[in-house]
């Protein structure tokens, strides 16, 4: 009976021990959130720079849930008839930090974009915009294909078979991911070529708007309805891209009809001053600037305007083409020239006009 009571007794304090181990560990994960995190959080911002705030952030729920891992090892070591050097439990327990480890670093990958952005504007790295988001992903998927060789190396798994056998199959899953493949390579072209950027104005034919973002598989682009289209990186590759965002100035060109009483000389006169106008304003740029007397059309004498505003973001190129217009209206105003509209005369001989008079009745 003594033997009995001493191992009941000895399995009972083992089992408090364990628990109480395992809910000392849990205190010091509330301490950790409560004091500790925000302790080094608050040093970490006077830092000259945001690395460490942005290491401390990414790493603050992994350490939490260290907390937790390390209090179940340890309580192990107590738990009643459980061998706590049993080979799987090791396994998973290393496992378990591996993957913390990986949380932590996929989530600091996570911000790597903001990183690229400032050290490429800090050292002039020449980082392009569009290939930014690009490492940053390609940086995430590194880190989750090294731990999860590193977790099956830790499981005994042979890698060298799984990439054999992925090489094996390597024809099988080409085939039935032709379009993520062809998708994949757009994207590289996109990249490398930089037919345009993340903040770019485009025009792809099937779509017009705003790149937002750009994947492996995708390009994400804001129309100007506010709708986000979805376009697959093997239809821009393959298709004429507009890039309204490189342009260095916008044109304007049109054609206005004045009336054919139009005396020759205010013709010329309104030309003359419509010119001085165009070039005189602000806006306008110098280089090219055409006022004409273009051609003699069917009910007009048609005067043709091309030129091009300095600024290309729209609604400034609209506000300059309404100011242009109005002056348009002013000086032909005082010229005495009035804007001809589509119209036709009809000539009536002696014999059509017989005819409608006794059609309709009428002397007149």
Known sequence: MSWDFFLEYKTLTDTLKAICIFLLFLLFRNLFSKYVFKFILKISK??????????????????????????????????PYFNPNN???????????????????????????VIFQKLNSRYDLEIDQILIPFLSKLLRAIIVLISISVILQEFNYNISGLVAGLGIGGLAISLAAQDMIKNFIGGLVIIFEKPFSIGDWINATSVEGTVED???RSTLIRTFDQALVTVPNSSLAATNIINYSKMGKRKIDFRIGISYNTPIDKVEQAIFRLREMIQAHEGIHPETILVTFDKLSESSLELFFYFFTKTTVWSEYLEVKQEINLKIIEILTEEGIEIAFPSQTLYITASNKEIIQKTFGTND
């Open 87 to 113: 080979a799987l439990f090791l396994k998973i327990y290393r496992s378990t930090i591996i993957l913390l480890i990986t949380w932590g670093f996929y989530n600091l990958s996570s911000t790597s974009s």
């Open 46 to 79: 006077k830092t000259p720079t945001e690395f460490f705030t942005n290491v401390w952030l990414s790493f603050e729920k992994p350490i939490r849930w260290f907390f937790v891992v390390i209090g179940i090892y340890l309580a192990a070591q107590f738990i």
């Open 214 to 216: 750009i994947s492996f």
